[in-house]
Each structure stands twice: as structure tokens, then as C-alpha cells.
């Protein structure tokens, strides 16, 4: 049997069922049951330990301080139309070359220098942490880590929920290893990633951004990967762009079919241009870049 069936609810091994029973809920922002063993205040205290470590290995925040203000203006925008608007989020813009954004636990959320400069529009921005806002509502980063928790578990005799120390989620979560080591284990899955896309569309609509941005990210990392999609971390475990880019499409002719009226949805391009672009033009080089990433 497959170990994402085993996961559904009442689907576990008998040892692990009553823990799996008390883990188990519906979450608001998918509607979806799901298995996850992190309360929300570990969360948040996970995250908290874990952000100033991600933050260094990914170069430090951008030494803008107008970027910084923009990026979490932007992201807590999104936050607070979100199921989850009472997190301890953060939203930090990292000095790094790579291409990349991802989430933490507790609405930690990280978009990467060499990520911005390939995008045109506030738009653009606003899909990219829409998706990770996502991810975090949808609460795919406890259900991988909790997956991750039950892997191990079967294999030392331990799996119970609420017997894991902090120690055991932050290595799951790849802190005191090489950063990211440990997200990949928790790389989401093909349906993990549709919903968050749609969560992303979700957010951004809401405050009146053309919901065609996210599309546009996609073409935009496919077209820095070579146009094949293939070879770039944040693509690696990620569906193949088309067939993001096609659903994303299918979604927005079904639930915006007036996203093409500028008075209900804007894109801001020129804001993009003059508060991000041409700022990171005039900042130094990026530092050194991690040598592997997590995926967002």
C-alpha cells in the first residue's frame, strides 16, 4: 500500500491509529481532512527557531530597506485575507542568486533575490506569495512533517503524537543540517501544489490582483529553466510548469472570467519596477548561496 494512503485518516497501522484519530481535522482553507500533529503554537515556535537560520544560509535579508517594507506590506496584505490571518507571519526577501521561494512553519515565508529579478509586475509578486501563504494555510508543511515524523517513527519505535522533542521536528525540518537537507523530505506533492496555486489565486483576487500573474510565474521559471522546466530547485519535485500553467488557465476561465477588466484587477508593473527592480540594480552582488534549497 501506498505510504499517502496510509496517511489518510483511520488508514494507519493499528499502533499508530488512536494518535492518527486525535490528529486528525478538517482544514478551513481546503475543506479537506488532513493528518498533521503540529498545534498551531508549535508551529509558530518552530518557525520562530527555525527563520534566523534560513535567513543566513540564504545570504541575509536584502539590504534594502525599502524592499523589506514592500515584500512584507505585500505578503501580511495576503496574510490577512487568509483562513489563518492571526500566524506570526514574516515575510522575508533573501539575498540569494537562486531562484526559489518556500514557507515555514508559522507563516514564515521566504521569496529569494534571484526570484525577483525574473518577475515584471506586482502581480507577479503577489501570485508568488499568494502560493506560499497557501502552503501555509493549507497546513502541507505539518502534514509533511508529520509524515516525515511517522517514517522515522515506524523505523525506531517511536510515532506517537506530542512524544516528538523540538529537537526532532527542527531536524525534520532540516535545521542543524545543510540548509534545505531536510525539506526535501518534505517536498510537496503534485495535489499539495495545485491547491496552493488555487489558494494563491484565492488571496491575491481578493485584494484585486489580475489572477493572470500566476500564470505569468509560471512561464517566467520555465522560461530561467531553458523553457524545459527541468533542472531549477524550485521546479524539482514541483509539476511540470505546462501542466501548471494549463490548470491555472482552466481555473481562471471558471472562477475570474472578467479578470481582463483593469477596474476590478490590476497589475502594477511600473510600482514592481521602481520599488524592486531598479533597487536590486543598484545593490551588490549576492553573497554565497546555499548549496541545496527547499522547495516552495
Same mark, same amino acid.
Given at each position: 500500500m501506498r505510504f499517502?494512503?496510509?496517511?489518510?485518516?483511520?488508514?494507519?497501522?493499528?499502533?499508530?491509529?488512536?494518535?492518527?484519530?486525535?490528529?486528525?481535522?478538517?482544514?478551513?482553507?481546503?475543506?479537506?481532512k488532513q493528518l498533521n500533529w503540529i498545534s498551531t503554537e508549535? &508551529?509558530? =515556535?518552530?518557525?520562530? /527557531?527555525a527563520a534566523p537560520k534560513f535567513v543566513e544560509q540564504y545570504g541575509g535579508d536584502i539590504p534594502s530597506e525599502s524592499i523589506h517594507k514592500y515584500i512584507n506590506d505585500l505578503g501580511h496584505r495576503l496574510a490577512a485575507?487568509? /483562513?489563518?490571518?492571526?500566524?506570526?507571519? &514574516?515575510f522575508h526577501a533573501v539575498d540569494s542568486a537562486v531562484i526559489n521561494?518556500?514557507? @515555514?512553519? *508559522?507563516?514564515?515565508?521566504?521569496?529569494?533575490?534571484?526570484l525577483m529579478k525574473e518577475l515584471t509586475s506586482e502581480?507577479? @509578486?503577489?501570485?508568488? @506569495?499568494?502560493? &506560499?501563504?497557501?502552503?501555509?494555510?493549507?497546513?502541507?508543511?505539518?502534514?509533511?512533517?508529520? +509524515?516525515?515524523?511517522?517514517?522515522?517513527?515506524?523505523?525506531?519505535?517511536?510515532?506517537?503524537?506530542? /512524544?516528538? =522533542?523540538? &529537537?526532532?521536528?527542527?531536524?525534520?525540518? *532540516?535545521?542543524?543540517?545543510?540548509?534545505?537537507?531536510? @525539506?526535501?523530505?518534505?517536498?510537496?506533492?503534485?495535489?499539495?501544489?495545485t491547491q496552493s496555486d488555487e489558494l494563491g489565486l484565492r488571496y491575491m483576487t481578493h485584494l484585486g490582483y489580475n489572477p493572470i500573474g500566476q500564470v505569468q510565474v509560471m512561464k517566467v521559471l520555465k522560461r530561467a529553466s531553458g523553457g524545459n522546466g527541468r533542472?531549477?530547485?524550485?521546479?524539482?519535485?514541483?509539476p511540470y510548469p505546462d501542466t501548471r500553467i494549463k490548470h491555472l488557465n482552466q481555473i481562471i476561465r471558471e472562477q475570474y472570467p472578467d479578470y481582463k477588466d483593469?477596474?476590478?484587477?490590476?497589475?502594477?508593473?511600473? +510600482?514592481?519596477?521602481?520599488?524592486?527592480?531598479?533597487?536590486l540594480k543598484r545593490l551588490p552582488k549576492p553573497g554565497h548561496d546555499p548549496q541545496s534549497q527547499p522547495d516552495g
Open positions: 499517502q494512503t496510509l496517511l489518510k485518516c483511520g488508514a494507519l497501522p493499528a499502533v499508530l491509529f488512536l494518535t492518527a484519530i486525535a490528529g486528525c481535522s478538517t482544514n478551513p482553507a481546503t475543506g479537506q508549535k &508551529e509558530n =515556535s518552530l518557525g520562530a /527557531e485575507v487568509s /483562513e489563518r490571518p492571526d500566524l506570526d507571519w &514574516e521561494a518556500f514557507a @515555514l512553519p *508559522g507563516g514564515k515565508v521566504f521569496v529569494t533575490r534571484g502581480a507577479q @509578486l503577489a501570485g508568488v @506569495l499568494g502560493h &506560499e501563504v497557501g502552503h501555509v494555510t493549507a497546513q502541507h508543511i505539518g502534514q509533511q512533517m508529520t +509524515r516525515a515524523i511517522i517514517i522515522t517513527g515506524i523505523g525506531v519505535g517511536i510515532g506517537v503524537a506530542g /512524544e516528538q =522533542s523540538d &529537537e526532532d521536528w527542527l531536524t525534520v525540518l *532540516g535545521v542543524g543540517t545543510s540548509v534545505g537537507g531536510g @525539506l526535501y523530505m518534505l517536498s510537496y506533492g503534485r495535489n499539495q501544489e533542472g531549477m530547485e524550485f521546479l524539482a519535485t514541483h483593469p477596474q476590478k484587477y490590476r497589475v502594477y508593473r511600473d +510600482r514592481y519596477q521602481r520599488t524592486v527592480l531598479a533597487e
